[in-house]
């Protein structure tokens, strides 16, 4: 298997629910990403971590919680949200830009609804 | 901070047409820029990356320009078929050794056939 690849492609959870999503990237990248992307918003960075390091935590509700294990694997780990949560929950990886173009590659999306 | 914007933010255009779509950015400060493709509910698939010293890069019918002194990059579509029809998306990243790619809210293509 190759790219990024993220399960469950959908999900519905009620607002007190726990549930993860899953990021798996098999192009030997350091950097991975969690974007958010709502109706008529740009994509809205969540988290970045590089070599299971978090460099980048864009304010975001602790209700969502990051984990990354390792470089190729990334979790997004969802407590008590809101309907305003619902999205397409989106993943991504990237070489590190200093030793390479830094070229962003995605995987497919977590569509989410909160009920 | 920087901001990305991208005009028209839809586009109806018959077959067969030459295109522009068009991305701003207001901090010429870039290390690089992207062009994706996104289809209705999946993931972005990158088209094009243009380095911050690159002028244009072109795959198949698509070429990017890079003018990074007036903040504007442009992707041409030629020949358009229904097929190109999709959310087109820019984003750039900034050089300051953060890894925040900051994205515009994308251009809706329809090509009609």
């Known amino acids: 298997e190759t790219g990024v690849t993220q399960t469950p492609r959908h999900l519905v959870m009620g607002m007190t629910n726990k549930k993860s999503l899953k990021c798996e990237q098999h192009l030997g990248h350091n950097a991975m990403y969690w974007y958010k992307q709502s109706a008529k918003k740009p994509l809205e960075l969540m988290f970045v971590?590089?070599?299971?390091?978090?460099?980048e935590n864009n304010s975001v509700p602790s209700r969502f919680s990051p984990e990354c294990p390792n470089s190729s694997h990334l979790f997004l780990h969802l407590h008590t949200l809101q309907p305003e949560d619902s999205a397409l929950y989106l993943c991504?990886?990237?070489?590190?830009?200093?030793?390479?173009?830094?070229?962003?590659?995605f995987g497919e999306g977590s569509r989410l609804t909160v009920l | 901070k920087q901001e990305v914007t991208q005009i028209p933010a839809a586009l109806s255009v018959p077959e067969g047409e030459n295109l522009v779509l068009n991305c701003s950015f207001t901090?010429?400060?870039?290390?690089?820029l992207q062009w994706f493709r996104q289809d209705p509910g999946k993931g972005l698939t990158s088209l094009l990356l243009?380095?911050?010293?690159?002028r244009e890069q072109t795959s198949g019918r698509l070429n990017a320009s890079l003018d990074k002194s007036s903040g504007r990059s442009t992707l041409y579509i030629a020949a358009s078929q229904p097929g190109d029809s999709a959310t087109y998306l820019c984003?750039?990243?900034?050089?300051?050794?953060?890894?925040?790619?900051?994205f515009g809210t994308g251009t809706r293509l329809k090509v009609l056939a």
């Open positions: 984003a750039v990243k900034g050089t300051s050794g953060t890894y925040k790619y900051i």
């Open positions: 243009i380095q911050s010293s690159q």
């Open positions: 901090d010429s400060a870039i290390y690089n």
């Open positions: 971590y590089n070599f299971k390091e978090q460099t």
């Open positions: 991504a990886s990237s070489p590190w830009p200093g030793f390479d173009t830094g070229e962003l590659f």
